[in-house]
C-alpha cells in the first residue's frame, strides 16, 4: 500500500489517546484545585500559640505555670488551589482567655486565625478543640544550698572538716502556692564506697531536693528550679595535738623568757589543717602578750589567732594566761641616763629631758631591790620615728642592761630637739 503523506499525528490512534487523557486531567485538576470553591483538607501540626493575647491573664498578675506544649490538625475549606499551598506558619491557635478569672486550672476553647492575610481560605480547629491550662501568681524565691553528708566514714586521725556547694544558692520559680511550701534546698550526699574511712577531700555531683518544714522531699509540680546539680566538697583534714606557748613583745634585749613562770589554762590544742600545713608545726604561739602590759597577781584572756589554714578541732577562741609572781616584785624609780641611737646623719638630736620620773620595773625581789638607779637606761631610737626639725616628744624604751629578768612596764617618752647639721 501507498503511504499517505497528508495524514498528520492527530490522526494516530497511539497519539490521540494519551494525548486525550493529559488534557482530561488537566482539566479536572484545574475544575478542583481552582475552579472548585468549596475544597476541605485537613493540616496537622499547628502549634497552639500561648502568648497570644496573653494580656487577658498578665493584667490579673497570673502566670500559666504548666507550660503546654500543644499541636492541633485544622480542617482548611475555600478555593482548592489556596487550599492546597496553605502551611501552619500562615496560622494563629489560640485559647480563649475570656474564661480567665482567677488562678486554678481551666479547660479552654481554643481559636484559630489566619496570620497569612493573602490567604483566602477558612479554618476550623478540629483536634484537640480544647486545651487545660493552669494560673496561678508566680514567684521567684532564691534558697541558700544546704548540704547533708550524714553516715560518712572518717579515718583515724582525720576530720571532715566541712562542706562547699558550688553553686551557693539555687532559685526557684513557679506558682506562689508551690514556692512558698519549699523550706530549704538540700544537697544530700549518699554514702558509697569511695566515701569510707576517707583520708582526703572528695568532689561529689549531687542532686538537689527541695523540703518542706518537716523535712519531707518535695515533688515541685510545675515549680522549677535554675539548676538541679550541685558540685559538693568534701574538705577531709587532719588532726594534730600540739603544745601552746605565747610571744612576748616590748621585752628588753636579751631578756631570758623563761625568768617568766606561767601557765595556760590548756597546755595543748588539738587543730586541724591539711598533711601539708600540718607537716612543719611542731608548737603553737597562740597568741601575743605586751610585756609592757604586765601587771602583779593578774590573769589574762587572750584571743587564739592560728596560723592561716589551722582550726581548732574543739573550736577555742579564747585562753587564759597566769603568771606566778610570788618571787617578783615592782619597784618605781626616776631614770637619769639617757640615750638616744640611729639618729640620721644629717641631722643633730639631744636630749631636752633630764629625767623620767616614776618608772616602773618589775623582776625578782633580791634582784630588783639591789638594783641601783644608775644601771637603768633609757634609749630612744631615732628611726623609729618620723624625723622632723623643732622639738619633739619621742619615745623611749626601758632596759637594765646588767640583768636578763628585770623589765618595766608602761609607756615613756623625752623631749628632743632635732636640728639638721649645719652644711647639709
Same mark, same amino acid.
Given at each position: 500500500?501507498?503511504?499517505?503523506?497528508? =495524514?498528520?499525528?492527530?490522526?494516530?490512534?497511539?497519539? $490521540? !489517546?494519551?494525548?486525550?487523557?493529559? !488534557?482530561?486531567?488537566?482539566?479536572?485538576?484545574?475544575? $478542583?484545585?481552582?475552579?472548585?470553591?468549596?475544597?476541605?483538607?485537613?493540616?496537622?501540626?499547628?502549634?497552639?500559640?500561648?502568648?497570644? +493575647?496573653?494580656?487577658?491573664?498578665?493584667?490579673?498578675?497570673?502566670?500559666?505555670?504548666? +507550660?503546654?506544649?500543644?499541636?492541633?490538625?485544622?480542617?482548611?475549606?475555600?478555593?482548592? /488551589?489556596?487550599?492546597?499551598?496553605?502551611?501552619?506558619?500562615?496560622? !494563629?491557635? @489560640?485559647?480563649? /482567655?475570656?474564661?480567665?478569672?482567677?488562678?486554678?486550672?481551666?479547660?479552654?476553647?481554643?481559636?484559630? #486565625?489566619?496570620?497569612?492575610?493573602?490567604?483566602?481560605?477558612?479554618? $476550623?480547629?478540629?483536634?484537640?478543640?480544647?486545651?487545660?491550662?493552669?494560673?496561678?501568681?508566680?514567684?521567684?524565691?532564691?534558697?541558700?544550698?544546704? %548540704?547533708?553528708?550524714?553516715?560518712?566514714?572518717?579515718?583515724?586521725? /582525720?576530720?571532715?572538716?566541712?562542706?562547699?556547694?558550688?553553686?551557693?544558692?539555687?532559685?526557684?520559680?513557679?506558682?506562689?502556692?508551690?514556692?512558698?511550701?519549699?523550706?530549704?534546698?538540700?544537697?544530700? !550526699?549518699?554514702?558509697?564506697?569511695?566515701?569510707?574511712?576517707?583520708?582526703?577531700?572528695?568532689? =561529689?555531683?549531687?542532686?538537689?531536693?527541695?523540703?518542706?518544714?518537716?523535712?519531707?522531699?518535695?515533688?515541685?509540680?510545675?515549680?522549677?528550679?535554675?539548676?538541679?546539680?550541685?558540685?559538693?566538697?568534701?574538705?577531709?583534714?587532719?588532726?594534730?595535738?600540739?603544745?601552746?606557748?605565747?610571744?612576748?613583745?616590748?621585752?628588753?634585749?636579751?631578756?631570758?623568757?623563761?625568768?617568766?613562770?606561767?601557765?595556760?589554762?590548756?597546755?595543748?590544742? %588539738?587543730?586541724?589543717?591539711?598533711?601539708?600545713?600540718?607537716?612543719?608545726?611542731?608548737?603553737?604561739?597562740?597568741?601575743?602578750?605586751?610585756?609592757?602590759?604586765?601587771?602583779?597577781?593578774?590573769?589574762?584572756?587572750?584571743?587564739?589567732?592560728?596560723?592561716?589554714?589551722?582550726?581548732?578541732?574543739?573550736?577555742?577562741?579564747?585562753?587564759?594566761?597566769?603568771?606566778?609572781?610570788?618571787?617578783?616584785?615592782?619597784?618605781?624609780?626616776?631614770?637619769?641616763?639617757?640615750?638616744?641611737?640611729?639618729?640620721?646623719?644629717? @641631722?643633730?638630736?639631744?636630749?631636752?629631758?633630764?629625767?623620767?620620773?616614776?618608772?616602773?620595773?618589775?623582776?625578782?625581789?633580791?634582784?630588783?631591790? #639591789?638594783?641601783?638607779?644608775?644601771?637603768?637606761?633609757?634609749?630612744?631610737?631615732?628611726?623609729?620615728?618620723?624625723?622632723?626639725?623643732?622639738?619633739?616628744?619621742?619615745?623611749?624604751?626601758?632596759? %637594765?642592761?646588767?640583768?636578763?629578768?628585770?623589765?618595766?612596764?608602761?609607756?615613756?617618752?623625752?623631749?628632743?630637739?632635732? $636640728?639638721?647639721?649645719?652644711?647639709?
Amino acid at each position: 500500500m501507498k503511504k499517505d503523506k497528508n =495524514k498528520s499525528l492527530l490522526d494516530d490512534r497511539r497519539v $490521540t !489517546i494519551p494525548l486525550s487523557l493529559l !488534557i482530561a486531567l488537566t482539566l479536572w485538576m484545574v475544575v $478542583t484545585l481552582v475552579i472548585n470553591p468549596n475544597s476541605n483538607q485537613p493540616l496537622s501540626n499547628v502549634p497552639v500559640d500561648f502568648t497570644y +493575647n496573653a494580656t487577658t491573664y498578665t493584667n490579673q498578675q497570673l502566670d500559666i505555670v504548666n +507550660n503546654p506544649d500543644v499541636k492541633v490538625k485544622l480542617q482548611l475549606s475555600g478555593n482548592g /488551589y489556596e487550599v492546597a499551598k496553605a502551611q501552619a506558619s500562615d496560622f !494563629i491557635v @489560640y485559647p480563649d /482567655y475570656s474564661m480567665v478569672t482567677g488562678a486554678g486550672e481551666v479547660e479552654l476553647p481554643l481559636r484559630v #486565625k489566619l496570620r497569612n492575610t493573602s490567604l483566602n481560605v477558612n479554618a $476550623t480547629v478540629v483536634s484537640p478543640e480544647r486545651v487545660t491550662v493552669v494560673f496561678d501568681q508566680v514567684e521567684e524565691k532564691d534558697f541558700k544550698i544546704t %548540704v547533708e553528708a550524714n553516715n560518712l566514714t572518717i579515718a583515724d586521725g /582525720y576530720i571532715m572538716q566541712g562542706t562547699v556547694a558550688s553553686p551557693t544558692s539555687v532559685t526557684v520559680r513557679g506558682p506562689a502556692s508551690e514556692v512558698d511550701k519549699i523550706a530549704s534546698v538540700v544537697a544530700r !550526699i549518699q554514702p558509697s564506697s569511695d566515701l569510707e574511712d576517707m583520708s582526703e577531700s572528695k568532689l =561529689k555531683t549531687v542532686e538537689l531536693l527541695p523540703l518542706d518544714a518537716n523535712g519531707n522531699v518535695l515533688q515541685l509540680q510545675y515549680a522549677t528550679m535554675d539548676t538541679t546539680m550541685a558540685e559538693v566538697t568534701i574538705n577531709i583534714y587532719q588532726t594534730k595535738e600540739l603544745p601552746l606557748k605565747i610571744n612576748f613583745i616590748n621585752e628588753p634585749e636579751n631578756f631570758d623568757e623563761s625568768s617568766l613562770k606561767y601557765t595556760l589554762s590548756q597546755q595543748t590544742m %588539738v587543730v586541724s589543717g591539711t598533711p601539708e600545713t600540718l607537716a612543719n608545726l611542731s608548737e603553737l604561739a597562740v597568741s601575743d602578750f605586751d610585756l609592757a602590759s604586765f601587771e602583779l597577781d593578774k590573769s589574762y584572756s587572750l584571743t587564739v589567732n592560728l596560723p592561716r589554714g589551722v582550726e581548732s578541732k574543739d573550736n577555742v577562741k579564747t585562753i587564759t594566761l597566769s603568771f606566778d609572781t610570788s618571787n617578783m616584785t615592782k619597784r618605781t624609780i626616776n631614770v637619769s641616763e639617757i640615750r638616744t641611737i640611729n639618729a640620721p646623719d644629717n @641631722y643633730d638630736v639631744s636630749v631636752n629631758t633630764k629625767r623620767i620620773t616614776n618608772v616602773t620595773l618589775i623582776g625578782p625581789k633580791e634582784e630588783l631591790e #639591789k638594783l641601783s638607779p644608775s644601771s637603768v637606761v633609757a634609749t630612744v631610737d631615732v628611726s623609729q620615728s618620723q624625723v622632723v626639725t623643732g622639738t619633739e616628744n619621742l619615745s623611749a624604751t626601758i632596759s %637594765v642592761p646588767s640583768s636578763s629578768t628585770i623589765f618595766a612596764v608602761g609607756s615613756y617618752s623625752v623631749e628632743c630637739s632635732i $636640728t639638721v647639721k649645719s652644711g647639709s
